[in-house]
Each structure stands twice: as structure tokens, then as C-alpha cells.
């Protein structure tokens, strides 16, 4: 079964500092991979995808996630968080055997960013 | 608001009750999912629908749950005799079938349950 592994559940960071979410998963075909974010209170909005080409992709408020095959990895950066960067971030997988389009999400990181 | 909704926001109910939430997905979108959530865990997959058609339901659904799509629109997730263990996020989410942005699901705010 496909699975998905986010191996930080808990960051703390201050303003301006790096970020790095790691995420990898286990289906070995072809995927699309999703970042949500949920600010407190919110609900689940998309970050970003990658369906296929360019191996980095840009998503919004200067997120970026790049997609390594070799790895099974797709992990989230951030070169300068904000305080309003608060959230729990959710890395997910559509398995290519799906056509439903199900999403498969690991466990999610909560990120704090100290001001 | 054109986003997905879904009523009521939050439901207490007693173990062994039953309760209905529903969903309204982004008008025209054909694809309509059903995801639990629990504390500390990212959303699990419950159903699909393609249309009104119910096309996957994940082993998690039990008999005690059912869920509707009757006219391609709204949905409804039922569950009957609840347990203390239904009780988590109840998230609905949509998306196109075709087009750039199909497989990009759209979130509602969720159905808080609490069952005591």
C-alpha cells in the first residue's frame, strides 16, 4: 500500500531562519505530489504540485518543493519563514495506479515560527 | 463564497446516536471525496464519488457508515450507532475531472464530531 512519511512532526523556528519539511513515499510509479498547509483555524489549502517536468516547483508565498525520483522524496523549502508561516503542513501522494485521485497524506508537521 | 462548504461545523452527539453531515462541493465539480482526521494524524481517505456514482470506499468505512451523492451535487455522510472512536474531523473536498486543474481537491472547513 502506498504510504506517505513526513519525519519532522514538530518544528520551531524564528522569523527569517530556513525551512526545510522533509517527505518521502512509497509508491514506486508515477505520482503526483501535493503540500497543504492549514493555518490555525483554517481549513486545507493547497501550496503546490508537481504532476510531472521541472523537478522544482514554486507554489505560493515563496514556498517551493523539489521532487527527487532516485529518493522518493518531496520536500518543502522556504528560504525565509514568517510568523504568519504558523501552520500544519500536510505532504500528500496520488499513486499512479489510482484514478480516482485519492490522496494519500502523511502525518503532517506542525510548524511554529517564533517572532 | 464559492468554496466547498459543509454543515453542521461541529456535532456532540451520545454514543449510539445517529448523525448525517453534509457536503456542498464547488458547483460543477464532478469529483467529490469524504477524509477523517484525527488528532495528531493527516486526513484518511473514507469515499469517492464521480458524480452521484460512489466509485471507492476505503476499507475504514465500516457498515455503520453510508454516504449519498443523489443528484451530483450535494453529499451526505451518514453514521449510525456512533462510537467514541468516530470521534474526529469529518473533511469534504472536490475537485474537477478534467481540465489543469483536475486532481487539485478543494478542502471545506470540516464537520468537528464529538461523540460522548
Known amino acids: 500500500a502506498q504510504s506517505v512519511s513526513q519525519h519532522n512532526h514538530h518544528v520551531i523556528l524564528s522569523e527569517a531562519a530556513s525551512l526545510e519539511l522533509g517527505c518521502n513515499y512509497s509508491y514506486g510509479g508515477t505520482v503526483n505530489l501535493f503540500w497543504y498547509v492549514q493555518y490555525p483555524g483554517q481549513h486545507l489549502q493547497l501550496l503546490l504540485k508537481y504532476f510531472s517536468g521541472d523537478p522544482l516547483v514554486k507554489g505560493i508565498k515563496g514556498f517551493e518543493a523539489e521532487f527527487i525520483k532516485s529518493k522518493f522524496s518531496f520536500n518543502l523549502r522556504k528560504p525565509s519563514v514568517q510568523w504568519s508561516d504558523t501552520a500544519e503542513y500536510f505532504c500528500a501522494v496520488i499513486g499512479g495506479s489510482s484514478n480516482t485521485g485519492k490522496l494519500i497524506f502523511g502525518q503532517g508537521t506542525t510548524l511554529q515560527v517564533k517572532p | 463564497d464559492t468554496g466547498v462548504s459543509q454543515d453542521p461545523r461541529h456535532k456532540i452527539t451520545k454514543r449510539g446516536q445517529n448523525v448525517t453531515f453534509r457536503c456542498d462541493p464547488i458547483?460543477?465539480?464532478?469529483?467529490l471525496y469524504w477524509y477523517r482526521q484525527t488528532l495528531g494524524q493527516g486526513p484518511e481517505f473514507l469515499t469517492y464519488?464521480?458524480?452521484?456514482?460512489?466509485?471507492?470506499k476505503s476499507r475504514l468505512l465500516s457498515d455503520r457508515f453510508s454516504a449519498e451523492r443523489p443528484k451530483g451535487s450535494f453529499s451526505t455522510l451518514e453514521i449510525q450507532r456512533t462510537e467514541q472512536g468516530d470521534s474526529a474531523m469529518y473533511l469534504c473536498?472536490?475537485?474537477?475531472?478534467?481540465?489543469?486543474?483536475?486532481?487539485?481537491?478543494?478542502f471545506g472547513p470540516g464537520t468537528r464530531l464529538t461523540v460522548t
Open positions: 473536498a472536490s475537485s474537477p475531472i478534467s481540465g489543469r486543474f483536475s486532481y487539485e481537491q478543494y
Open positions: 464519488f464521480q458524480n452521484e456514482a460512489q466509485l471507492e
Open positions: 458547483s460543477e465539480h464532478n469529483r
